[in-house]
C-alpha cells in the first residue's frame, strides 16, 4: 500500500523560504510520477510541480517557476519542494501525490484526477 506523508509546512514571512518533504513508502517509486499541488481556502486544487522519479524530468505551474524547486532522493524515498520568495498568494494546504506511470505529456500530469495516491497536506501560510 502507497503512502505519502508531507512535512515541513508552516508560517513565513513574504520573501522567505520553506522545504516540504514528502516521504514515500511501500513499494518501488522507480516508475511514478510525483507531484505537488496546493488548495487555498474557497479555490479548487491547483498544480504546482511534478518530477518524473525515473530521469527527474521536473515542470511547474508558470505561478511558481523560478521560484520553486522539486526534487528528490532515490535513497530516502523522499520527494522535496524547495520554495523560495514566497508570496501571500502561495498561502495553501500542499499536498503530495504520485500515480504509476511516466509516459504522458505534462499536461495530463497537472490534473488532479490523475493521480492515484494522495498524502493528507500540510498547511502553507505566508504573512505579507
Known amino acids: 500500500q502507497v503512502q505519502l506523508v508531507e512535512s515541513g509546512g508552516g508560517l513565513v514571512q513574504a520573501g522567505g523560504s520553506l522545504r516540504l518533504s514528502c516521504a514515500a513508502s511501500g513499494r518501488s517509486f522507480s516508475t511514478y510520477t510525483m507531484g505537488w499541488f496546493r488548495q487555498a481556502p474557497g479555490k479548487e486544487r491547483e498544480f504546482v510541480a511534478a518530477i518524473k522519479w525515473s530521469g527527474g524530468y521536473t515542470f511547474y505551474a508558470d505561478s511558481v517557476k523560478g521560484r520553486f524547486t522539486i526534487s528528490r532522493d532515490y535513497v530516502q524515498n523522499t520527494v522535496y519542494l524547495q520554495m523560495n520568495s514566497l508570496k501571500p498568494e502561495d498561502t495553501a494546504v500542499y499536498s503530495c501525490?504520485?500515480?504509476?506511470?511516466?509516459?504522458?505529456?505534462?499536461?495530463?500530469?497537472?490534473?488532479?484526477?490523475?493521480?492515484?495516491?494522495w498524502g493528507h497536506g500540510t498547511q502553507v501560510t505566508v504573512s505579507s
Open positions: 501525490a504520485a500515480v504509476d506511470n511516466q509516459y504522458y505529456t505534462d499536461t495530463y500530469y497537472k490534473q488532479p484526477a490523475n493521480y492515484n495516491y
